[in-house]
């Protein structure tokens, strides 16, 4: 942890631009640019500041980052980015990406990103990281030299594809279910908290209308007058208040919405194990197969029902030499197949031990910002009663005087 | 000067000085606020009645008092709604210069709504209640013949039916005529109150449909709710370290329904009623001010028919004179009555407000 990147330096998404520029299909369009700012941390030094870097970066580079990372890295939980479309909205938030609210958040789950990566004690070694942050130009063509599109295993695309796996580690297994789970329970969760804010909001923005009433009613009141105007007043902040409490509530949706994307970068590391543990299964058949068929050749047995063994059978045998000659070509086969088994083998375990490490990592790093989320959830709902004690004390204390 | 008060005091109405003497007198025994009070009424202890014809429901009404005009000390007598309307009828015929209290509706208003609830029938007996009180608390309603036997009768229907074939008193009923007369000048202050009663039922009916309003939407909030603590416990159901405070939250989630519910309820029963009665209020206040502009009109009338006629001083006079005590009697019960009801007015309202105030209190506090 004493190498990781963000004690080193101090990295901040400052701003958000709207920018027009023309894009690979030379299209003309609207996008939004990031502001990265970086700054060393002199660690002995007090009072001396560092100078700023900074550079400008668009959303779709930051999922090129991450998709480098992905592949790069198969045994890590990458961390996500901040959703690229606005989801579970509540019928008050625009769900346009261009809106101001929608910018501010995502440049906040932006930055959010790279601390996280940044904090992360084997991702932030990486280069191509570094380089994201420190230069600006020719980093697209970096990324792309390093041919980790190709590495990229295709099968892992098919979120649904199901691997026969003849032997599956039940750990994997039950950490697929539980992200699987996870990711439901908690869209079910913002799903419904989206229509609880809608229906809360409603309740606010009602009580408004007493304040107009009060207002028009102390008009022909002589003693209730004075009372009822400021009792009115009161419903109006009462109303208003509702705002500012459900924007910072927002906060809260965001970072349960992080751990729902994390669920799913959990998800894709053990569908890595997944198929690493089928390739490796059909290596060893294959190797199986290949042994057997080699010890049918040598010693004319014939084990197993082969098209082969039976044409062989009809139309004559082959001669010794062609005998000779393909079992050569088979024990060539079983040994680079047995090196592959081995490597593959050895592969797998170093995956599952990195693997399980930061998966330990991250269900603490989890267990520890959920505490933390639900704590601050519950502090903004009192908050929020305590608003409401204090408004309704203040129009009983109106009342009283009428 | 065949007027006098129920309670058999002459009252010399000829003269201003009378009217605000009336006044006084009507305000003092408002300043004596309960302290030597000689009427007590309570209605309680509601029961359902089940007979081959209907089924209904009866209220108990108990009275003590120290009054010379009442028998006993003590009575507990068994009325139903249907009584309490009987009374209402017979106050308004006796005293028509006066403004009698409201009863709550007759009929129930959402079809949805059960007759024989527990909550319709409470609701319906505080109202019953305040309806007696208010009577109760009225210098002059309170020694009301009527209200004395609705109070004291074992048998009022034995007493209902003998009302109905007597021919109505002189004293007792004031004739007025139907649109006949045009009125020619309303006092301003009676204008100004009539104003004043329409805004105000205005309002009322606003805040009524706003109050009704926010308990819908609570309720519907509260639906969403009633989903929203239950996701958080299966969550806790899938983690370890976490699953407490998960839980927690859960079950703080289902508190918050709980005291929901509670405020809406109250707001349902304590609040939204006592709306609903000063609208009445305003209501039957509204006809006392016509009958009191008909009754000018009619002096008026009168009064310039006798300006016309050069003959004929001496019969017309009583009767003009006659009209004019009745419209300065009305003038006068009028303005005490509205006093009266301003100040009750405030004091309801102030409760209600900060009951209303309190309640939201509570319920943050919860």
Known sequence: MEDCLAKKMEITVSEAEKRTGRNAMNIQETYTAYLIETRAVESQSEGQCAPVDSLWRRYSEFELLRNYLLVTYPHIVVPPLPEKRADFVWHKLSADNMDPDFVERRRIGLENFLLRVASHPVLCQDKIFYSFLTQEGGWKEMVNETGFQLKADSRLKALNATFRVKNPDKRFTELKHYSDELQSVISHLLRVRARVADRLYGVYKVHGNYGRVFSEWSAIEKEMGDGLQSAGHHMDVYAASIDDILEEEEHYADQLKEYLFYAEALRAVCRKHELMQYDLEMAAQDLTSKKQQCEELATGTVRTFSLKGMTSKLFGQESPEQREAKIKVLEEQIQEGEEQLKSKNLEGRDFVKSAWADIERFKEQKNHDLKEALISYAVMQISMCKKGIQVWTNAKECFSKM | ?366
Not at chain 2, 45 to 54: G, I, Q, S, Y
Not at chain 2, 226 to 232: Q, S
Not at chain 2, 265 to 292: A, C, G, H, Q, W
Not at chain 2, 311 to 327: G, I, N, S, T
């Open chain 2, 1 to 366: 000067q065949d007027l006098s008060l129920p309670n058999g005091t002459p009252v010399d109405t000829s003269s201003p000085a009378s009217s605000s003497s009336l006044l006084n007198r009507l305000q003092l025994d408002d300043d004596l606020d309960g302290e030597t009070r000689d009427l007590f009424v309570t209605v309680d202890d509601p029961k359902k009645h089940v007979c081959t014809m209907e089924t209904y429901i009866t209220y108990r009404v108990t009275t003590k008092t120290t009054r010379a005009e009442f028998d006993l000390p003590e009575y507990s007598v068994r009325r139903r709604y249907q009584d309490f309307d009987w009374l209402r009828n017979k106050l308004e015929e006796s005293q028509p210069t006066h403004l009698i209290p409201p009863l709550p509706e007759k009929f129930v208003v959402k079809g949805v709504v059960d007759r024989f609830s527990e909550e319709f029938v409470e609701t319906r007996r505080k109202a019953l209640d305040k309806f007696l009180k208010r009577i109760t608390d009225h210098p002059v309603l309170s020694f009301n013949e009527h209200f004395n036997v609705f109070l004291t009768a074992k048998d009022l229907n034995a007493y209902k039916k003998q009302g109905m074939a007597l021919l109505s008193k002189v004293g007792e009923s004031v004739k007025y005529v139907t649109g006949g007369y045009k009125l020619r000048s309303r006092p301003l202050e009676f204008a100004a109150i009539g104003e004043y009663l329409e805004t105000f039922s205005l309002k009322l009916g606003t805040i009524d449909r706003i109050a009704q309003r926010i308990i819908k939407e609570q309720l519907e909030y509260l639906v969403e709710l009633r989903e929203y603590g239950p996701v958080y416990s299966t969550w806790g159901g899938l983690e370890v370290e976490l699953s407490e405070p998960l839980e927690g939250v859960s079950a703080c989630i289902g508190n918050c329904c709980t005291a929901l519910e509670e405020l809406s309820e109250d707001m349902t029963e304590d609040f939204l009623p006592v709306l609903r009665e000063y609208i009445l209020y305003s209501e039957s206040m509204k006809n006392v001010l016509k009958k009191r502009d008909q009754v000018q009109a009619e002096y008026e009338a009168k009064l310039e028919a006798v300006a016309l006629r050069k003959e004929d001083r001496q019969k017309v006079p009583a009767d003009v004179e006659k009209c004019q005590d009745q419209v300065e009697c009305f003038n006068a019960d009028l303005k005490a009555d509205m006093e009266r009801w301003q100040n009750n007015k405030r004091q309801d309202f102030r409760q209600l407000l900060m009951g209303m105030a309190d309640k939201n209190i509570q319920y943050y506090e919860k």
